[in-house]
């Protein structure tokens, strides 16, 4: 039997500006799971999701989502993701069935069957009273739940959110982790940044911090504890929060530079 | 405690205070325009305006110093001054009612104002007076070359034209205040802003358009001052000694003229500072409330999926926000209003059969290539959702070429009835004018694709700060494909150099664009 191919395997990943943005990162996400990335600001987390994809291009290293190069088959690689970013991008001048139409006719998807996962999105994310509405009205949370519907309308494997829950009431983010959690029991693949470390804690199947473009640490939350535990020789009872794990890495990875 | 901030705490929230405050952002928003927010294009924006006033004074010198020795019992000089400053007023009247709207709908400092304890009778009183003294800094600003070569050359006494000048663009302000209230007041908060722009584009095309219209008529001409410079309107028009003639009196030196005028622009503005400010924050807090507001347009109720590739969705999108943008299509039709004049000159040459058809060719290429630069600017630096289309698997070559077809679809649906009304006249100038059309807005197009910088639609106005490049590169790229459908029109090899100065400008275009 050969092993499921990774949703996401990244090599020697180097990104420059003023100075290096992500440094020979290497990240590896399993097919059907729920990957949190976690760092500070500016440690190369966004840089990184945006080479994967295909908003910007790497100066080194190399990318393959579900086995295809993202660097050589861009537009492979792009048919089977989708991007949702912290500012949602959508049309004002559009309806949501109508942004839906256009995300499914850029994607080139039966027209039949995204119809039919329009409803159901529509439905989910509670927007089905402003289905027929213009975007322009919108509120942020409800423009969000509109992206992420356009992200999901095309019924990508990987899915990669930037910041999605940024802005969002508590019944917005509710309804997102919903079907975002929806997603990864169906077998998707959800790859997330946060600033929100409990939603990281609760949802994610295994965590990677990110320090300086490079990953520092990875594994499942007990994984980080045990991991923050030994290298900092704290007591394992002191350290349970992921908020506390966190900051003792990015502390020790702080001094050792 | 510090004197100097005892001093300057104990003064704010005055007139003053305020005053200066709006006089300081008001600087860094033109400094922060003319450098494109780059500190180091200072030395080159400087250079750049010194040559262009210098340009302005050697035009201003050719258009106006015949003129510069007229007395003021010349009728029919005061009918060319007066004519000459009414074009202008309505250009100043229809840019006042830009920025009194503007100061109704800008949101980026309002929340904070309006919260603060400071009376907002006293914040609009100054933002108003803010309008007007910018808009009759402006008028100054346009009008000194002209000013400047009539003082050279006619003396002292046209130094009293700076007070008119400036008077009348107060004025202006004064109008633009009361027309756009007042329609707030009838049209509510969020019917006024498209209105309020449409009203002023309208007001700023419409009597030169009328004016060429008035000249096509009568003479056959497109000239604009022809009607004012063949004395053809003297007969009709008030004695010399009438009050009309007071401003053209004035910009000539009549003190009591001069007085007069500057007197009652400054009452106009005074009264309407007064009445207005009053009611100016509860309007804007009502236009404030207005952007919020939740749509209620439906537009159906059961909606279908259709079956579309990538392309197509790409060239329909970019047809439905722009037919679904009034401000935007009128922003962008406002171009094609010029085409009026134009079509009554093809129709009259098709009635008399005159040769008036090498002046409308060049000047359908011309407009094509304006109105092909705006819609690409939208479709391309405009787009919205620029990483969702990123992320869409669809190469961007393919994408761009959609994008290019949908402007290229909207310049054959706007020109195609002009070229068929051509075509039955002479198929000769059809051809060319269609040929041109197609150059033009192919190269401004791609002008606007090399140099694109995304923005918001909304700064569709302000386009042309974010690439100065590309927007001399996409006026003389126009200007030469209009310059060679002319020469192509009457039928002389010297179209082919012109042809090739275009594209001589298109290569350049290219290799100064940023990679």
Known sequence: MTPALPALEIRGLVKRFDRPAVDQLDLTVRAGEFYSLLGPNGAGKTTTLRMVAGLMQPDAGAISVFGIDARRDPVEAKRILAWVSDEPMIYDKLTPYEYLEFVAGLWGIDARGAETRAR?????????????????????????????????????????????????????????????????????????TTHILE??????????????GKLIAEGTLQELHELSEKTNGRDADKARSLEDTFLALIAERAQAA | MDRALVSAASNTGTMAWFARHEARIAWRDWFSMMTAGQRWRTRNVVIGLALFAVFMHFLANSMVGKHAKVGPDNHDAL??????????????????????????????????????????RV??????????CSVGLMSVL????????????????????????????????????????????????RRTRLLAQIVAAVIGASFVIGLQIAAILSYGTLSRLYLFETGALSDGLPSIDSPLWLPARAMLGDPFALSVVVAACLLAIGFSIAIFSRRFGDHAMAAAGASQAPASRRTQSFYRFRQMSPSRVLRRKEWTLLLRDPWLMSQSLMQVLYLLPPALLLWLSHREGSGALIVLVPVLVMVSGQLAGGLAWLAI?????????????????????????????????????????????????????????????????????????????????????????????????????????????NETWLAVFAGLTAIGVLAGARWLAPR
């Open chain 2, 142 to 189: 346009i009008a000194s070359p002209f000013i400047n070569i009539l003082v050279l050359r006619g003396g002292a006494r046209w130094i009293a034209a700076y007070g008119v000048v400036l008077a009348l663009g107060v004025a202006a302000a004064a109008i633009a205040i009361a027309i756009t209230v007042a329609l707030f007041r009838m049209f509510g908060p």
């Open chain 2, 79 to 120: 009918v060319i001054i007066s004519g000459a400053a009414l074009l202008s007023w309505c250009l100043v009247l229809s840019q006042a009612m830009e920025s009194v709207t503007r100061a109704f709908y800008a949101r980026s400092d309002l929340d904070l104002i309006l919260s603060s304890p400071v009376a907002s």
């Open chain 2, 381 to 489: 630096s405009g787009e919205d959702a620029p990483e969702l289309v990123a992320t869409a698997p669809v190469t961007p070559r393919r994408v761009v070429r959609a994008k290019v077809e949908a402007v290229l679809g909207c310049i054959a649906i706007v020109f195609a009835p002009f070229l068929a009304a051509l075509l039955p006249f002479s198929a000769f100038h059809a051809l060319v004018a269609g040929v041109g059309i197609l150059a033009a807005a192919t190269s401004a197009t791609f002008i606007q694709l090399w140099f694109r910088a995304q923005a918001k639609r909304s700064h569709f106005r302000r386009r042309q700060t974010s690439s100065r490049l590309a927007t001399f590169a996409e006026a003389f790229s126009s200007i030469s494909w209009a310059g060679t459908a002319a020469l192509a029109a």
């Open chain 2, 123 to 132: 914040v609009f009183a100054v933002r108003l007076a803010a309008v007007a």
């Open chain 1, 120 to 192: 159901d999105l529509i439905a989910l994310l509670g927007l089905g009273p402003h289905a027929h509405e213009r975007c322009e009205g919108f509120s942020r949370g409800m423009r969000q739940k509109v992206a992420l519907a356009g992200a999901l309308v095309h019924d990508p494997r990987l899915i990669i959110l930037d910041e999605p829950l940024t802005g969002l009431d508590a019944a917005s983010a509710r309804q997102v982790k919903d079907v975002l959690r929806e997603r990864v029991t169906a077998g998707g693949t959800v790859i997330m």
């Open chain 1, 199 to 212: 939603v990281a804690e609760r949802m994610a199947d295994r965590i990677g911090v990110i320090a300086r």
